[in-house]
C-alpha cells in the first residue's frame, strides 16, 4: 500500500469522530424528503409481489436501494430515471437518492451499507470503486468489494480561476503564464488550487492541465481538498486561486463575478471518462436483476437527457430544492454547451456539453475498461499507487479492472432492454489522444508515463 493512501486513511480516521456526527445529521438534514415511490409507481411495493409490466424473468429481487450522489451534473442520470419514473418502469420503485455531504461522506456511507444506515452505491469519482475494494481508503484498510456498472457522464467539469489572474495567461496553455506562477512560488502565498478529493478524476485534471503547461503540481502550487461549495466562498474571499469540479460550480464563479474558466475537461481531453455508477459487490451479488433494472432506468434516463429538448426540463428538475437547490439558469447554458468562461472566451458547441448515452467516439454509457486503466496509471504518475500496477503492460491493474468493471452487467442490461445497437464491441476504447498531443495507448501504459515530462513516479 502507498503512503500516500496510509496518510489519507490515517488522516480521514483522525477526522472521524468528529465528522461522523455531523455526517448523521446531514443526512437527515440533505437528504430528499422520504417520499418512496415518487418516480411512479407503487409507494412500498412488497418486494414479493411482481410488479407490472416487468416480465416474470426480469422481476427483481427488490425493489428497494438507496443510492448516493453529490449535488453536480454528474449525478443527473440518477436523479432523472427517479424523476421520471425510468427506474419505477423497470420495477425499481422504491430508489432513494441520498445528497451526500462530500465525496469523504459518500466513501463512509457506502463501507456501511444501507444496512448500517449509510447507501448500497451510488456516484463516483474514479478510481474510488477500485481504492474501496483494494481498501485504500477505508477505515482500517478494509477491502470492501465493488462493481463499476456504468459511466454516468462525459464532460461537464472545469477549471476555474479566481478573477484577479484574469488577463494573465492562465487558459488551456499555460505557456503564457509562467511568469505569474514563478512569481507565487517564490512569494508567501503560493497558487492555491482545489480539488473535491485527493487522487480522483478532478485532482487528476487539474494536475494533467498544470503538468501539461509546464508547471509541476506538487513542486510548483498548493493543492488542498475542499468540498465544492466551499470553494466558491473561498474564492469569494481571495484565498483560492483555482479548482477543478463538476458544473454548476466552474459556471458559477463565472456568473457570481468572481472568476473565469480557464479550461473545460472537454478541451482537456474530448469525450473523457468522468463519473461513474458502482456499488457493493455484495448487493450486486444478492440482487442481479434488481441490479440490471437500476441500470436499464439509467441508461433510459442517459437518452434522455441526450436529447437537448429535454435539458431545460432536466435543468429545472435537478435545480429543485430537493437536489442542486440553484437557480435552473446556472445549469441550463452549461447543458446546452453554452460557456461563457468568463475571459471573452466564449463555447457555443454541444459537443463539448454534458453528454450522458453517446459522444463522438461513441458510448457514454458503457465502461470501458481502457478508461480504468488511465485512471490506475494516472495513481502511478503522481505516486498514489506503486509502480507494479501498470508493469508488464498493466498486469496488475488489469487484474483489479476485471474484479471491478462489470461491463458484463452493462451488457446483459443494455440487450434486455433492447438496447443492442449501441453495445460497443470491445472493451477498449483505443488509444487516447490528449489537448498536449500525448497519447494513452491502453496496451502499453508505461509507455505513456515515459513521454509525460512532469510526473512523480521514476519511470
Ligand atoms: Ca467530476
Given at each position: 500500500?502507498?503512503?500516500?493512501?496510509?496518510?489519507?486513511?490515517?488522516?480521514?480516521?483522525?477526522?472521524?469522530?468528529?465528522?461522523?456526527?455531523?455526517?448523521?445529521?446531514?443526512?437527515?438534514?440533505?437528504?430528499?424528503?422520504?417520499?418512496?415511490?415518487?418516480?411512479?409507481?407503487?409507494?412500498?411495493?412488497?418486494?414479493?409481489?411482481?410488479?407490472?409490466?416487468?416480465?416474470?424473468?426480469?422481476?427483481?429481487?427488490?425493489?428497494?436501494?438507496?443510492?448516493?450522489?453529490?449535488?453536480?451534473?454528474?449525478?443527473?442520470?440518477?436523479?432523472?430515471?427517479?424523476?421520471?419514473?425510468f427506474?419505477?418502469?423497470?420495477?425499481?420503485?422504491?430508489?432513494?437518492?441520498?445528497?451526500?455531504?462530500?465525496?469523504?461522506?459518500?466513501?463512509?456511507?457506502?463501507?456501511?451499507?444501507s444496512?448500517?444506515?449509510?447507501?448500497?452505491?451510488?456516484?463516483?469519482?474514479?478510481?474510488?470503486?477500485?481504492?474501496?475494494?483494494?481498501?485504500?481508503?477505508?477505515?482500517?484498510?478494509?477491502?470492501?468489494?465493488?462493481?463499476?456498472?456504468?459511466?454516468?457522464?462525459?464532460?461537464?467539469?472545469?477549471?476555474?480561476?479566481?478573477?484577479?489572474?484574469?488577463?494573465?495567461?492562465?487558459?488551456?496553455?499555460?505557456?503564457?503564464?509562467?511568469?505569474?506562477?514563478?512569481?507565487?512560488?517564490?512569494?508567501?502565498?503560493?497558487f492555491?488550487?482545489a480539488?473535491?478529493?485527493?487522487?480522483?478524476?478532478?485532482?487528476?485534471?487539474?494536475?494533467?492541465?498544470?503538468a501539461?503547461?509546464?508547471?509541476?503540481?506538487?513542486?510548483?502550487?498548493?493543492?488542498?481538498?475542499?468540498?465544492?461549495?466551499?470553494?466558491?466562498?473561498?474564492?469569494?474571499?481571495?484565498?483560492?486561486?483555482?479548482?477543478?469540479?463538476?458544473?454548476?460550480w466552474?459556471?458559477?464563479?463565472?456568473?457570481?463575478?468572481?472568476?473565469f474558466?480557464?479550461?473545460?475537461?472537454?478541451?482537456?481531453?474530448?469525450?473523457?471518462?468522468?463519473?461513474?455508477?458502482?456499488?457493493?459487490?455484495?448487493?450486486?451479488?444478492?440482487?442481479?436483476?434488481?441490479?440490471?433494472?437500476?441500470?436499464?432506468?439509467?441508461?433510459?434516463?442517459?437518452?434522455?437527457?441526450?436529447?437537448f429538448?429535454?435539458?431545460?426540463?432536466?435543468?429545472?428538475?435537478?435545480?429543485?430544492?430537493?437536489?442542486?437547490?440553484?437557480?435552473?439558469?446556472?445549469?441550463?447554458?452549461?447543458?446546452?454547451?453554452?460557456?461563457?468562461?468568463?475571459d471573452?472566451?466564449?463555447?457555443?458547441?454541444?459537443?463539448?456539453a454534458?453528454?450522458?448515452?453517446?459522444?463522438?467516439?461513441?458510448?457514454?454509457?458503457?465502461?470501458?475498461?481502457?478508461?480504468?486503466?488511465?485512471?490506475?496509471?494516472?495513481?502511478v504518475?503522481?505516486?498514489?499507487?506503486?509502480?507494479?500496477?501498470?508493469?508488464?503492460?498493466?498486469?496488475?491493474?488489469?487484474?483489479?479492472?476485471?474484479?471491478?468493471?462489470?461491463?458484463?452487467?452493462?451488457?446483459?442490461?443494455?440487450?434486455?432492454?433492447?438496447?443492442?445497437?449501441?453495445?460497443?464491441?470491445?472493451?477498449?476504447?483505443?488509444?487516447?489522444?490528449?489537448?498536449?498531443?500525448?497519447?494513452?495507448?491502453?496496451?502499453?501504459?508505461?509507455?505513456?508515463?515515459?513521454?509525460?515530462?512532469?510526473?512523480?513516479?521514476?519511470?
Open positions: 500500500m502507498s503512503d500516500f493512501f496510509n496518510q489519507v486513511s490515517r488522516r480521514k480516521f483522525i477526522a472521524t469522530a468528529g465528522a461522523s456526527a455531523g455526517a448523521v445529521f446531514l443526512k437527515g438534514c440533505l437528504g430528499n424528503p422520504p417520499e418512496p415511490g415518487s418516480g411512479g409507481g407503487t409507494a412500498n411495493q412488497s418486494t414479493t409481489q411482481p410488479v407490472a409490466n416487468v416480465s416474470a424473468d426480469q422481476q427483481p429481487e427488490t425493489t428497494k436501494v438507496k443510492l448516493g450522489y453529490i449535488p453536480i451534473v454528474e449525478s443527473a442520470p440518477l436523479i432523472i430515471a427517479k424523476e421520471k419514473g427506474f419505477a418502469k423497470y420495477g425499481m420503485t422504491d430508489v432513494e437518492v441520498s445528497k451526500q455531504a462530500s465525496w469523504g461522506a459518500a466513501r463512509d456511507n457506502v463501507e456501511i451499507g444496512a448500517g444506515g449509510g447507501i448500497d452505491g451510488g456516484q463516483w469519482q474514479m478510481p474510488m470503486p477500485h481504492l474501496i475494494t483494494e481498501g485504500k481508503i477505508t477505515k482500517g484498510n478494509k477491502p470492501i468489494p465493488m462493481y463499476v456498472l456504468c459511466q454516468l457522464i462525459t464532460h461537464g467539469n472545469g477549471i476555474a480561476i479566481a478573477d484577479k489572474h484574469k488577463g494573465k495567461g492562465v487558459t488551456l496553455q499555460l505557456a503564457g503564464a509562467k511568469s505569474l506562477f514563478a512569481q507565487m512560488k517564490s512569494s508567501p502565498a503560493p492555491t488550487a480539488k473535491t478529493f485527493p487522487a480522483v478524476n478532478q485532482d487528476f485534471w487539474i494536475r494533467y492541465w498544470l501539461a503547461g509546464g508547471i509541476d503540481p506538487d513542486a510548483d502550487v498548493k493543492l488542498l481538498t475542499v468540498p465544492a461549495a466551499q470553494t466558491v466562498a473561498n474564492m469569494k474571499t481571495g484565498t483560492m486561486d483555482a479548482f477543478s469540479t463538476g458544473d454548476p466552474p459556471y458559477r464563479i463565472v456568473k457570481d463575478k468572481i472568476g474558466m480557464a479550461a473545460l475537461t472537454a478541451e482537456i481531453w474530448k469525450d473523457h471518462p468522468e463519473e461513474y455508477f458502482a456499488m457493493r459487490a455484495e448487493w450486486v451479488d444478492q440482487h442481479p436483476k434488481a441490479t440490471k433494472a437500476l441500470l436499464k432506468g439509467i441508461m433510459e434516463a442517459q437518452q434522455w437527457l441526450d436529447n429538448d429535454n435539458r431545460k426540463e432536466a435543468a429545472e428538475i435537478l435545480s429543485g430544492r430537493n437536489y442542486f437547490n440553484l437557480s435552473a439558469d446556472i445549469l441550463l447554458e452549461p447543458f446546452m454547451g453554452t460557456y461563457d468562461m468568463g471573452g472566451r466564449k463555447i457555443n458547441d454541444k459537443s463539448m454534458a453528454l450522458y448515452w453517446k459522444d463522438s467516439k461513441g458510448s457514454v454509457s458503457y465502461p470501458y475498461k481502457s478508461h480504468d486503466l488511465w485512471f490506475i496509471t494516472e495513481s504518475r503522481w505516486g498514489f499507487l506503486p509502480p507494479d500496477y501498470i508493469a508488464n503492460k498493466g498486469e496488475k491493474a488489469k487484474a483489479l479492472i476485471d474484479k471491478v468493471n462489470r461491463e458484463d452487467i452493462w451488457k446483459e442490461a443494455a440487450k434486455e432492454a433492447g438496447f443492442t445497437a449501441d453495445i460497443p464491441t470491445s472493451t477498449s476504447r483505443g488509444v487516447e489522444t490528449f489537448f498536449d498531443g500525448i497519447k494513452f495507448d491502453p496496451e502499453d501504459p508505461e509507455a505513456y508515463l515515459k513521454s509525460l515530462k512532469i510526473k512523480k513516479v521514476n519511470i
